[in-house]
């Protein structure tokens, strides 16, 4: 077993820590968020939920340069450019996921957007600290 790579991981785990709670905001909006826009807007489930994606990247991008990543020296809008395309696909295959999950299997769309956040968290983690830093 390769003990430097979990103590690099372990290293981390405080800056991950970080990394949710400034997503918590974020959150915290887009449930009610995609409740409000199927349930009252009458929109489709998966529209809401890509506008509720859009939504939560733009929000996290700032909650992340300004309390979780060291500064990169880099211009704000290229680093928020880097980070929206890359964590927007990433989201794209969240998107998918929950799509199948929904339409195809018939899960109810609520547990399935709690549940991807934890499945795609440690992801978009990885992604934005080489983005940001």
Known sequence: MNWEILYS???????????LAVGLPAFLMAVPLNY???ELGGISKGVSYALVLVFQVS???????????ARSGRAWYRDFA??????????????GVYWVLVNV????YLIV???NVAIFSVIKFVFSEKVLT
């Not at 929000?59 to 990543?69: I, K």
């Open 36 to 38: 409000a826009l199927v």
């Open 59 to 69: 929000t996290n991008y700032f909650l992340c340069r300004w309390f979780v990543f």
């Open 9 to 19: 991981y372990r290293r981390k785990l405080p800056q991950l820590g970080k990394f």
């Open 105 to 108: 299997f018939g899960f109810f």
């Open 82 to 95: 880097w980070f929206v395309s890359g964590i927007l696909a990433i989201r794209c295959l969240d998107w």
């Open 113 to 115: 957007q709690l549940t």
